[in-house]
């Protein structure tokens, strides 16, 4: 992640800390603060190159120019652009300064250098140093990608053209007024693909490239084989949802969800029952109002300590009611965790052990039913 410096027009890393999503802001020129500091830029998309400079002129009759030009350490060039809504022809220049780096010789990168900066290039290198602009690569930075662009960036890439497009994102601090850049790298292929299916629906899975000619065939087995499986996945994800909220609605014990915040997104019916409280006042952290005041403080700490150590829940304590006295439950709570290993929240029950001061215990209750 990194930190956007306004007044020194720069950025800055940081380690991963928790955002609410927001735009940065006010007038801000991205080209400009990412041109100004490149070293944290390529450290924060994971990319390893020697950077010969910023607004490299690559053609003379055109006047055209790479937004920023380095050599990765197998001797490729690559042209970093970055989306300029002023410039209505988007990423176009970038893909025509990889064509004409392409027929670069190695003294045109040895011009632009000086000659300190050429024996670190040369150190750079894990290829021989002759092997300089052996291919070239494109790097794109935006804040979105439309469904055209998506399209051509995949119909080149599987064309051998190496496009990485990566899309950047503003970000906010809760309690200070700090901006922070997120960025992720975009998979043309998939991303293209879902725009297809959400134009075209589950059919149309044709691509075509300029004269509608079709993509190799090969690729459009992958793509078709891509969308079989997001077919499945989201059909037993669905399935698994409803047997969920099913299972929510008629369970005997109260069942709530979170988010990897630890704030409540939802609770059945029976957990209202037990804690006294509407859904709507139980969201968030609305459900503490419910328990007992000399159980607040002490849930809440252990509450707090599993959801930053993503550990499981457990504990006793009561609910105080306002219909009929005071629940005494046990809460219990396990993590909820993405393919990727990443914690999305929690999913507890709550059970009622017993009430006090109200109409009846569990021990009668049991008796009762028998």
Not at 149 to 165: Q, R, V
Not at 215 to 225: G, H
Not at 274 to 298: S, V
Request: negative net charge; charged residues 25%; glycine residues 8%.
């Amino acid at each position: 992640m990194l930190k956007i410096e306004r007044e020194q027009k720069r950025l800055q890393s940081l380690d991963q800390m928790k955002l609410t999503p927001a735009g940065p802001g006010g007038d801000f020129d991205l080209r400009e603060v990412i041109l100004n500091s490149p070293a944290e830029f390529l450290e924060e998309i994971h990319q390893k190159l020697f950077l010969i400079g910023k607004d490299i002129l690559v053609s003379e009759e055109s006047g055209l120019k790479a937004d920023l030009l380095g050599v990765d350490p197998e001797g490729r060039s690559v042209i970093i652009a970055v989306h300029d809504p002023a410039r209505p022809a988007g990423f176009l220049p970038a893909i025509s300064a990889a064509a004409i780096i392409a027929g670069w010789g190695v003294d045109d990168f040895l011009q632009r250098v000086s000659k300190k900066q050429a024996a670190d290039l040369q150190r750079h290198l894990s290829v021989d140093f002759n092997q300089l602009n052996s291919a070239q690569r494109v790097i794109l930075v935006a804040g979105e990608f439309d469904f055209d662009s998506l399209t051509a960036m995949e119909w080149l890439n599987a064309g051998g053209i190496d496009i990485l497009c990566i899309s950047v994102a503003g970000a906010n601090t809760f309690k200070t007024d700090a901006d922070y850049l997120w960025c992720t790298a975009v998979s043309t292929k998939a991303a293209a693909h879902e725009a297809i299916l959400l134009r075209n629906g589950s059919e149309g899975l044709h691509v075509s490239k300029a004269g509608d000619e079709p993509l190799d065939e090969s690729l459009n087995q992958r793509l078709a084989t891509e969308v079989d499986e997001r077919r499945r996945t989201e059909e037993a994800l669905r399935a698994s949802e409803e047997r969920f909220w099913t299972l929510a609605q008629l369970s005997p014990v109260g069942i709530f969800q979170t988010d990897g915040e630890g704030n409540f997104l939802y609770v059945n019916e029976r957990w209202c029952e037990i804690a006294g409280l509407e859904q709507p006042d139980a969201l968030g952290q609305g459900w503490a109002r419910g328990m007992h005041p000399d159980d607040r403080d002490r849930v809440l700490t252990e509450w707090q300590e599993a959801t930053d150590h993503a550990v499981p829940f457990k504990a006793e304590f009561r609910f105080q009611r306002t219909d009929s006295g005071t629940s005494w439950v046990l809460g219990e709570a396990a993590v909820q965790r993405s393919d990727a290993g990443k914690v999305t929240g929690y999913v507890g029950t709550v059970t009622e052990l017993h009430r006090v001061d109200g109409v009846r215990n569990r021990s009668q209750m049991v008796g009762q039913s028998r």
